[in-house]
Each structure stands twice: as structure tokens, then as C-alpha cells.
């Protein structure tokens, strides 16, 4: 089969045009850095069926970071190479596009954002740059689909370029052919370019910045707290419960059986937090308490990620980065993170040393709960009142400077600085923005509601076999002597291994006082991460990183429940 | 004509790059997104404590640490 390369500098559009070609999703946003793995689909070519990868982006073919590195790898097998260049950009993506002719493999150029090039007063002449280069160049707009029709009819044209340079000479050249090519008009600057130098001064970006988190948690409490309230818990109060106390007759109130599916009565009825049951808390639990905050965050976060707003925002942090051995770039792996940590731990590959991607790792596993541990929390200590959640995240959020200072200075390496290309402001495409919403939301109940009945059956069983008890006994000293929990919440830790909110959730018929509860959630959070984000991490960070990055999470846990609990 | 280093420009000065002050490697990241001698860039702001500065060349727009920054030649334009 036939192997077809996408590739182009970052953030060019290489994944939506993967997208149209494939129609394999992937996530797509206006930041640099969005694809730090590959993506394998398949198209049909000249009546074959070829497949096409949809490689991250890199500036050039000496790589500078992981993600790149993957890229330059990839280069070298690939039968027919498809360069995406951003059309507003045509110098800076020449100097990939005159490598890559090096490289003799046959290529087709997509010219793509031609309609932001236009709009910003750049013609570029294309069957002139088509002579120049020698090989095919094809206008495109990807996220609406124009010119990708040409780009397939195009492709079988694909040849290597005919185009002879002095490796010294590169820019020199790419100067003459830009000049050849390329018609500037001068025009005024728009409300998006003033909002994004607004933004990226400190006057006035950090007041801009403290606006955009102020509204992105409005939103998402108002959403989460809204569907929660008016939509999920009264189909399943008024709708799913009556149904499911009809199903508890039947299977007699009682029994291993009705244990299992509807779980223990609370009071005669069914409490869809504390019950355990398959049918009952195993789906409250994904679908009522966790699914509409995820909704929410999700949404937020892509339009955040769509709108080019990230690399802006990683600037303003990047001197609080510096403290913690990072920089500003790492603050998308923690935001990632909090939707769900495996998305977060991939994206420490736009990292560029061992260091930087050992720390931000092991930062956000410990100190960034996702989007469904955090729901889960909200749900439970937030009904005790705020002051919980703000010991809750407060204790996480010191913890993570103060390990991140430890971390910066024991372990070894280099930090470099930050060194990114901001992308113009885009009002988030409508179309992207819902198939990405989509993509994330389906995923979650795809892989949230079979692990948390697996959790809750886990849960039963286990405590049927009495090994609860068991293992409970063994741990007291650590769970009761040190951390002030009752022995049973050794239970909790044990499904956090599989699901962090069903864990959360088990904390709720132990009957914790509200300082037990503040504790057991920070133990929660912060002890191991769940078995998708242990494999990631494995994978990104290797065996012995992996190893040391336990071992301080171990050590954090004990220390910061031990102080928590004396405090409290 | 001023010369000075990217760190000193004021924000909205332009200049051309004449010189990068640094190593192979310094050279070739900044090399790749087109941050070379002959570059005419604008400053488009920097941050607070030496933070990370943001200059725009044509229609891209890059944030430069604050030491590499430093490394970065410019003669001022007038």
C-alpha cells in the first residue's frame, strides 16, 4: 500500500485536511504542537487504497523536540509527501517545503488558509510558484472543504521537485521565489490582531487573562450545575429510579443478584450515589454527576483552543513556569490534564528535554484532577459547603508549586525557554468546534461508563470476598494512624486505580466527617494516577522515570495527608 | 544606525537582524521559523521580570525567551 505524508509546519491546518481526506477524526485547534503523535487513515488513490499519516508539525528537518522528532522520522518512508503550507506564511513554510524537495520524494503542495491570505491582502500566485518548484501546487481552505477535491485529482500528478539550491543559499532562494510570487496589499489592522496584542501585553493581558478564567468558570459551573439540576437528575429521580425499585421487587429486595444491579437500599430506596449498584450508581455516576461537567469543560477548552488564545496565555505564565523548571508551554499539558490526564501527559512531547517532560508529567499527575475526579468533588465536598473545595484545590495548587520548585532543583537537566509561534486569532470554526466536541464527549462515555461498571462490579465483589476487609486491616496504620481515614476508604483507593470518581464517590456512605472528606479527596487525587494515565505515562516517560515519578507521588501523598490531617 | 539586542528594543520598534549571538543550536531553532540576519522584525511586547518577548516578522507572529532574546542582534530602523 501506498504511504502518503502530511506534512507542513505547525499549525498550519494538516489535520483537518487528514480529516477531509480520511474522514478519520482528529482533533484539530489554532495552537502549535496539536498533533504530537501520528494518525494512520486511509484514502483511495488512482483507484488504491493508500494510506495517509497525519504527521505533527515541524518547522524544519532538524528536529528541536519530540513531537518533531516523530515527524522527521516518519519523513523517510513515505511514498508521496503532501506539504501543507499556510498560504499567509509562504516564507517561513518555504523553508520546510525547499527540504523536503531535497528529500526527492514526489509532493503536491496544498496552498491552505487561502482564504485568510486573501483576507489579509496576500495573492500568491500559484501556477507561477507551481513552475518555480516543480512539482504540483494546489489553493486550499480546509476547514471548509474548498480546493480538496483538486488537491485528490492532483495527487497522482505528484513528482519530485526540479528545484536545485545551495543548502547555504535557502533563504536566498526562498526570497526570490516569495518575490516572484507573492503580492502584498497593505490594510488596516482588525479587531482580532488589536484584541491579540492586547493580550499579549501585560497591562493589559493579565487583566484580559483573569476575565477569561473568571467567565470559563462561570461557564462551566453555570452548564455542569444546569444540566446536573434541570436535566440528568430528574430523569433519573422521577424516570430511572421508579423503574429500578420495580426491578428490586422482582429481584426480591435482596440477594446477591439484586446486590449486584441495584445495590443496597438506603432507607428503603435507592440512593444513586451510595447504593453500588450496576444499573444505579454505575450509571448515575458517568452519566448524571460526571458527563455534564465534562460537557462543559470540553466546550470551553476547544473554543479556548480554537481561538489561538493558549500560546498567549502561555506567555503571561511563563515567568511562574520558570520557577517550577518549565515554561509557559507547559501550562497545556495542566489544562489537558484537567479534562482528562492521558490527552495531558501525551501533550508534554511539544516539550523539548527529559526534565521538562519529566516534571510536567509528574506535576499533573499528582496535582491535576480530571474533569471526572473533579466533578465528583464538586459533587461531594462542594455540598459541604465552599470552604472545602477551596482547602480541596488550594492544598493541590500549593503542592504543585512547591513540589515543582523541589523538582526543578533536584532533578536533573536543562530548562529551556520558551520559544513559540503565536498563532492569529480565529473565531472558532462551528463545524470543528462540534466534531472535536463530539469526538472528546464520546470518547469519555465510550471509555468512562464500561470502566465505571467495572469499577462498581469490582467494588462488589471485593467486598463480598471480604478482601476489603483483609487489605484493610493491613493498611490501617498508613489509612487510619497517618492519613486519619477510616479503614474502609482503603477501598476507594483501590478502585482509584481503575476510575478516580468512582472512588470519590465510595467516599460517600462512609459517613467522613468534613475534614476526613477535605483529606480522603486530596489522597484521591493525587496518590496514583488511573490505569489509562499509568500506561500513558509509562510510555512517554519509560520504565525507570516512570518508577522515580511513583515513588514521588507515594511520597507527596503520605506527606501533604499526613500535614492536612494533623492540620485539620 | 542603533544597534542593540532584541531585549532593549522598545515595543513597536522595528529593526533588521543583523547577528545571532549564540550557538549552533540556538541558531537553527531560531533559524527554522525564519529569525535570521537579514529578518526585518517588529517588537511587539515584552514581559514583566524578563519575561518572554513577542515580535511579529510579516504575518507570523513568535514569544522568544527572555536569554535567547538577548542573543538576538537588531539594527534599529529610524
Not at chain 1, 376 to 402: D, K, N, P, S, Y
Not at chain 1, 452 to 478: E, H, R, S
Request: with cysteine; charged share 15%; hydrophobic share 50%.
Amino acid at each position: 500500500m501506498k504511504k502518503i505524508l502530511l506534512m507542513g509546519n505547525p499549525n498550519v491546518g494538516k489535520s483537518v485536511i487528514f480529516s477531509r481526506l480520511t474522514g478519520v477524526r482528529v482533533i484539530a485547534s489554532n495552537y502549535p504542537g496539536t498533533t504530537v503523535g501520528y494518525t494512520r487513515g486511509t484514502m483511495k488513490l488512482s483507484g488504491e487504497k493508500a494510506e495517509v499519516v497525519d504527521v505533527p508539525g515541524t518547522y524544519s528537518l532538524n528536529p528541536t523536540c519530540k513531537a518533531e522528532e516523530v515527524a522527521v522520522e516518519m519523513c523517510g518512508d513515505g511514498d508521496l509527501v503532501i506539504n501543507v503550507v499556510d498560504a499567509t506564511n509562504l516564507e517561513r513554510n518555504l523553508n520546510l517545503t525547499l527540504q523536503l524537495l531535497k528529500k526527492d520524494v514526489p509532493m503536491v503542495v496544498a496552498l491552505n488558509m487561502w482564504d485568510e491570505a486573501k483576507h489579509i491582502g496576500v495573492t500568491i500566485d500559484e501556477n507561477k510558484l507551481e513552475h518555480l518548484l516543480g512539482v504540483p501546487v494546489v489553493p486550499t481552505v480546509a476547514v471548509t472543504g474548498e480546493g480538496i477535491k483538486d488537491l485528490v485529482q492532483q495527487l497522482p500528478q505528484a513528482r519530485p521537485g526540479r528545484l536545485t539550491y545551495d543548502d547555504e543559499e535557502r533563504w536566498h532562494e526562498i526570497g526570490r521565489i516569495v518575490e516572484q510570487v507573492q503580492q502584498v496589499t497593505h490594510r488596516h489592522h482588525t479587531f482580532l490582531e488589536r484584541l491579540g496584542d492586547a493580550s499579549i501585553n501585560p497591562i493589559s493581558g493579565i487583566p484580559i487573562a483573569l476575565v477569561a478564567l473568571g467567565v470559563t468558570f462561570s461557564i462551566i459551573r453555570f452548564l455542569g450545575e444546569g444540566l446536573i439540576g434541570y436535566i440528568f437528575e430528574p430523569i433519573f429521580e422521577n424516570m430511572w429510579a421508579p423503574l429500578m425499585m420495580k426491578l428490586s421487587a422482582i429481584l426480591g429486595s435482596g440477594g446477591f443478584l439484586h446486590d449486584i444491579l441495584i445495590g443496597k437500599l438506603v432507607a428503603g430506596e435507592i440512593d444513586f450515589v451510595e447504593s453500588m449498584g450496576l444499573l444505579t450508581t454505575g450509571l448515575f455516576v458517568p452519566l448524571a454527576m460526571v458527563l455534564p461537567y465534562v460537557f462543559a469543560f470540553y466546550l470551553i477548552l476547544s473554543f479556548l483552543e480554537d481561538s489561538g488564545y493558549l500560546p498567549r496565555l502561555a506567555i503571561l505564565v511563563d515567568n511562574i513556569m520558570h520557577r517550577i523548571g518549565l515554561h509557559g508551554l507547559a501550562i497545556i499539558p495542566m489544562l489537558l490534564g484537567l479534562g482528562c490526564n492521558v490527552p495531558g501527559a501525551m501533550s508534554t512531547r511539544i516539550l523539548e528535554t527529559r526534565k521538562e517532560r519529566f516534571i510536567s508529567t509528574t506535576l499533573m499527575a499528582i496535582c491535576v484532577p480530571c474533569a471526572a475526579q473533579l466533578a465528583m468533588i464538586v459533587g461531594l465536598v462542594g455540598r459541604a459547603g465552599v470552604r472545602g473545595l477551596i482547602q480541596v484545590f488550594g492544598t493541590l495548587a500549593l503542592v504543585w508549586i512547591t513540589l515543582g520548585y523541589l523538582l526543578n532543583r533536584l532533578i536533573r537537566g536543562e530548562s529551556p525557554e520558551i520559544f513559540v509561534e503565536i498563532p492569529p486569532y480565529r473565531l472558532p470554526y462551528l463545524a470543528g468546534l462540534s466534531k472535536k466536541m463530539w469526538m472528546r464527549v464520546s470518547r469519555f462515555l465510550r471509555e468512562a461508563i464500561p470502566f465505571v461498571i467495572l469499577g462498581v462490579l469490582i467494588v462488589n465483589v471485593l467486598y463480598t470476598l471480604k478482601v476489603i476487609d483483609f487489605v484493610g486491616k493491613i493498611t490501617a496504620p498508613v489509612i487510619t494512624g497517618i492519613l486519619g481515614l477510616p479503614r474502609e476508604a482503603v477501598a476507594a483507593l483501590m478502585v482509584g486505580f481503575l476510575r478516580k470518581d468512582v472512588a470519590v464517590g465510595m467516599l460517600s456512605p462512609l459517613g467522613l466527617d468534613f475534614n476526613q472528606l477535605v483529606v480522603a479527596s486530596v489522597v484521591l487525587a493525587m496518590y496514583f494516577p488511573c490505569v489509562a494515565t499509568f500506561v500513558v505515562m509509562a510510555k512517554e516517560l519509560g520504565l525507570r522515570d516512570m518508577v522515580l515519578s511513583m515513588m514521588i507521588m507515594i511520597a507527596a501523598t503520605l506527606v501533604v495527608g499526613g500535614v492536612l490531617n494533623w492540620l485539620l | 544606525m542603533e544597534r542593540v539586542n532584541l531585549t532593549m528594543m522598545k515595543s513597536g520598534d522595528r529593526g533588521t537582524v543583523t547577528e545571532i549571538n549564540g550557538g549552533q543550536r540556538v541558531k537553527a531553532r531560531l533559524g527554522a521559523l525564519g529569525i535570521r540576519p537579514g529578518a526585518k522584525i517588529t517588537k511587539k511586547s515584552s514581559q514583566l521580570l524578563r519575561g518572554p518577548v513577542t515580535i511579529g516578522m510579516g504575518n507570523t507572529q513568535a514569544a522568544i525567551g527572555f536569554g535567547m532574546a538577548k542573543k538576538i542582534i537588531v539594527d534599529l530602523e529610524q
